[in-house]
């Protein structure tokens, strides 16, 4: 069972470049969700698309952008890193047909800004 | 603004204890709270939901309770084993902003043989 897939797994880039960082989960999940875990600062909401064809800013976007490319596909851009957005970021997803729908992860895809 | 604490931040038992990790928040206008487990270098594993009119969840060795009136929530687990070692979180979905959850910054577990 795959799950919530997320790529790249570890990332390096320099300050001004940009990525897009992907996201499946294949378990027809309605919603899915972008955060990044810093330490000291907890997981933090980045956006959310509670649903195919819609986007939500979450607590802090700016500096990113999404796409819901379809059902399955959540992807989250960087258009120009800076070093603040060093960080880990996770890709979750949840049924979303009720807010009592548990999330469900991915592994994380580890960032370097330089 | 809702905030959700967890105390100890990190916690260290012998194997066998049965022990208690706690979280709190501030503000009860929640649908649900939910427990994760959280492995070096991996993702968040959803453990237990307990929504706002459940007082308990239980699975396993584990168990969760829900006093949403003193916004207090507790995870039981039972016969703790060194492979319960991990960072436990829990996180509040509040009725105000159902799709942003507030995560409390977790208790990290260590279980020795």
């Known amino acids: 069972n795959a799950g919530v897939t997320q790529t790249p797994k570890f990332q390096v880039l320099k300050t001004g470049q940009s990525m897009t960082l992907q996201c499946a989960q294949d378990m027809n999940h309605n919603s899915m969700y972008w955060y990044r875990q810093d330490p000291g600062m907890g997981l933090r909401l980045i956006y959310y698309s509670a649903s195919e064809g819609t986007t939500d800013k979450g607590e802090v976007p700016n500096g990113y952008n999404v796409s819901r490319l379809n059902k399955r596909e959540f992807s989250l851009r960087l258009e120009s890193a800076a070093p603040s957005q060093t960080s880990v970021y996770f890709c979750?997803?949840?049924?979303?047909?009720?807010?009592?729908?548990?999330?469900?992860f991915g592994n994380g895809t580890r960032l370097t800004v330089t | 603004k809702q905030e959700v604490t967890q105390i100890p931040a990190a916690l260290s038992v012998p194997e066998g204890e049965n022990l208690v990790l706690n979280c709190s928040f501030t503000?009860?206008?929640?649908?649900?709270l939910q427990w994760f487990r959280q492995d070096p270098g991996k993702g968040l594993t959803s453990l237990l939901l307990i929504q706002s009119s459940q007082r308990e969840q239980t699975s396993g060795r584990l168990n969760a309770s829900l006093d949403k009136s003193s916004g207090r929530s507790t995870l039981y687990i039972a016969a703790s084993q060194p492979g319960d070692s991990a960072t436990y979180l829990c996180?509040?979905?509040?009725?105000?902003?159902?799709?942003?959850?507030?995560f409390g910054g977790g208790t990290r577990l260590m279980v020795k043989p």
């Open positions: 979750a997803s949840s049924a979303g047909r009720n807010y009592n729908s548990p999330l469900h």
């Open positions: 503000d009860s206008a929640i649908y649900n």
């Open positions: 996180a509040v979905r509040p009725i105000n902003a159902g799709n942003m959850l507030t």
